[in-house]
């Protein structure tokens, strides 16, 4: 069965010089692209988790009394939300890795505390962690004074007004915007490349580099994978969105 | 336990005195003063934006006041050393909207701040809430959320949740306001119930018929002073002051 396919894609390869699906039939192309997936869902994995992270903490901060917390979470969003995630990139790992730490295994190569991946999920998390924080902030606003002050009656602490009653309400209201950039995230992660991230899209530049016949089905194969990734991530979310449904709620 | 030492159950349960408080130039409370005793039912009725409102929302420091005073079992309210939580569980509070949790089922509205604030044990006060929700006549309705119930439903719901914390004092805040004509009466038969329990209740409402049937006292209030009190009966037919008699007229 399997010899069926990979001999079905050489012998296309052979008669459309332009159709060489090598990873189909070549187990170290297929190595690299297997390689590849598992560092675009890493990264992936971690910007999603560690930009909500930020999100719900950068909202919380905001509603901080004291105004230099508030407006330094202001500044980060504006920062961030303003300039293109690809500029930040570059800015992390070629202006900021220069001043990071490196420490010597073999006394002889020098080895960044950070890598190339470790600056990739900071960036793309702080960039996506800026909108993040903007829609939780307007999750949050969404949730009616009185509710809280009902919480606030009933003694509830601050801290326990927002925990139990605010954000599980504005988390809700939330989803679908958080969903949008969630999507907008793990399309971005492609520009690790620039960083030389072993991620999908490097591995696919290697390929096409080698064999240039490569080039038309791995950038299919891009297509095809990241429409598949965000798929799964938006069925996830929505299932996700009905589970919290509130029955009788407009929200 | 009490909130101060020095009070004896037959001092006022809520004393205020000379109560001023602005909202920014505004003064909405111009000299309040009253005494409610252990077990009273008071109604404060008025025009809107008389500041009835404001009043009772300073009584368990969910608004603040400029000066004067307002103790509850002696401890003066708006002492900034007081812990705020020792006197919400002394007093509870129905709002007009009432803002129950709309992701939380009716139980467990009532049961939340009971495990939550006073970290008592959960089997315990799920048996007290489900006798709460029994006695504000909404058996069956434990695992429907706010959304699925009736405005007066919530209410009730919302009352309960109130009770779930043992207070000793009620504050409802014109709580039949934003009800239907024919669920008020369900909510009423609720406070009145609880007044005859023996509960200390301070209503702002509009209900006069209500007013007149369950309060020990009232006090008619007008752009932040009170103009006349005095119990239901002297209250409602022998009215002396001419901004009582024109309200009277107008709603009666």
């Known amino acids: ?251 | 336990m009490q909130l101060s030492d020095s009070w004896s159950p037959s001092d006022p349960i809520v004393s205020i005195k000379n109560v001023h408080k602005s909202f920014g130039a505004l003064e909405v409370l111009k000299g309040i003063s009253m005494d409610i005793m252990k077990g009273e039912v008071i109604c404060i009725i008025g025009p809107s934006g008389s500041g009835k409102s404001t009043l009772i929302r300073c009584i368990n420091a969910l608004n603040d006041i400029q000066s004067g005073s307002i103790t509850v079992e002696g401890q003066e309210v708006h002492d900034p050393a007081l812990d705020k939580l020792l006197l919400r569980k002394k007093v509870g509070m129905v709002f007009q909207q009432y803002n129950l949790f709309p992701h939380k089922t009716a139980l467990e509205n009532v049961m939340m701040a009971p495990l939550l604030v006073l970290k008592e044990d959960e089997d315990e006060v799920e048996a007290r809430a489900r006798k709460l929700i029994k006695k504000v006549k909404l058996e069956g309705k434990e695992d429907n959320y706010p959304g699925e119930l009736s405005g007066g439903q919530q209410q009730r719901v919302a009352i309960a949740r109130s009770l779930a914390m043992q207070p000793d004092v009620m504050l409802f805040d014109e709580v039949t306001a934003a009800l239907d004509p024919e669920t008020v009466k369900e909510v009423l038969v609720t406070i009145k119930e609880l007044a005859a329990d023996g509960m200390t209740c301070i209503l702002v409402t509009h209900e006069m018929g209500f007013a007149k049937e369950v309060a020990d006292h009232i006090y008619f209030t007008d752009r932040g002073v009170i103009v006349e009190h005095g119990s239901p009966d002297v209250f409602f037919d022998n009215a002396k002051d001419p901004r009582t008699q024109e309200f009277l007229s107008q709603i009666l």
Request: hydrophobic fraction near 50%; charge should be neutral; aromatic fraction near 16%.
């Open chain 1, 1 to 251: 069965m399997l010899d069926l396919f990979t001999e079905f894609f050489r012998q296309v390869a052979e008669e459309n010089p332009r159709w060489n699906f090598i990873f189909f039939y070549q187990e170290i192309q297929a190595g690299k692209i297997w390689k590849g997936i598992q560092y675009t869902l890493l990264l992936a994995v971690c910007c999603v988790v560690s930009s909500m992270v930020i999100g719900v903490l950068g909202a919380w901060l905001q509603r901080s009394k004291s105004m230099l917390v508030r407006a330094s979470v202001q500044g980060y969003i504006q920062l961030f939300r303003n300039t293109p995630p690809f500029v930040q990139l570059l800015f992390f790992y070629f202006a900021l890795g220069q001043l990071t730490p490196t420490y010597s295994p073999d006394g002889w190569l020098e080895i960044p505390i950070i890598s190339n991946v470790g600056w990739a999920v900071i960036s793309l998390s702080l960039f996506a962690g800026a909108f993040n924080v903007e829609i939780f902030r307007s999750g949050i606003e969404a949730v009616p004074d009185s509710t809280q002050e009902a919480a606030e009656a009933l003694g509830f602490s601050k801290l326990q007004t927002y925990r139990y009653i605010v954000f599980p309400l504005a988390f809700r209201i939330s989803l679908p915007a958080l969903n949008n950039n969630l999507v907008n995230l793990v399309k971005t992660t492609t520009q690790a490349f620039a960083i030389a991230v072993p991620e999908l899209l490097y591995q696919c530049v290697v390929i096409w580099n080698d064999y240039p016949s490569a080039q038309y089905p791995t950038m299919l194969l891009l297509f095809v994978v990241y429409v598949s990734m965000v798929a799964v991530l938006v069925f996830g979310m929505s299932r996700w969105e009905t589970a919290l449904r509130i029955p009788g709620y407009d929200h």
